[in-house]
């Protein structure tokens, strides 16, 4: 199907009429402009040290049965310094959300010129979603996650936020003063694709499916009746 997703092309304003899943070990994103000082590096060794002991914990005994005080003490830090990194409990299983976000965004706008914005989020998905399975302890942290109902609605709920994020990028790529309806409707449901993904037995498939449903439409795509 053709649209204004199919390539990079951006288009002229005049041409327009009117959504992770997933739990990261990488230490905080440093900035791009130069090495990191001594404080940003203690801070990333601080987060991730946290990061480890959190996880560690968490899938010898569960989320529910974990907590703060023994994470921190796990980490040797402080509570206080547990939270100076990350809002709240949960948050301690899904890494950096904002380095997260920036992955997302980079992957639409770092795509090579002939490939849609579709193709690249299908892409980012699967890989992720490989990342996840090849590391030691991704399938146990994705039981973890099914598991603990507080957990799940967490990383729905962070992965969503990231909406305004790619609706602002696809945004600025087609030259829009403002965002349009269509833009948002595209990002809301490609932002559910891979939490569905998470529930299927087969997540890869289910995103390669998903995103042909969302560009091809039911229509095309509905089994035969």
């Not at 942290?141 to 305004?164: F, G, N, V």
């Amino acid at each position: 199907m053709n649209s204004w997703f199919d390539t990079k092309t951006v288009l002229t304003p005049g041409l327009l009429s009117n959504q992770f899943c997933a739990w990261s070990t990488n230490i905080l994103a440093m900035s791009t402009t130069g090495s990191p000082g001594r404080r940003e590096r203690k801070k990333a060794a601080t987060r991730q040290t946290i990061l480890d002991a959190a996880a560690e914990l968490f899938l010898a005994r569960g989320f529910d049965d974990v907590s703060v005080r023994e994470i921190a003490d796990r980490a040797d830090v402080s509570p206080t310094t547990v939270f100076a990194h990350f809002p709240q409990k949960e948050a301690l299983l899904f890494g950096d959300e904002a380095t997260q976000r920036e992955r997302l965004v980079a992957a639409i706008r770092d795509r090579p010129a002939d490939t849609s914005v579709s193709a690249a989020l299908r892409d980012h998905y699967r890989a992720e979603l490989a990342e996840m399975a090849s590391h030691a302890d991704g399938p146990r942290i994705l039981e973890l996650m099914k598991a603990t109902p507080s957990l799940t609605d967490y990383a729905s709920q962070m992965w969503l936020r990231h909406e305004d994020a790619l609706v602002a990028a696809i945004t600025e790529e087609l030259g829009s003063a403002a965002p349009i309806d269509a833009v948002r409707v595209y990002v809301r449901f490609a932002l559910q694709i891979p939490l569905l993904a998470s529930d299927s037995p087969d997540p890869d498939a289910m995103v390669r499916l998903g995103f042909q449903v969302l560009d091809d439409g039911w229509v095309a795509t509905a089994p035969a009746q």
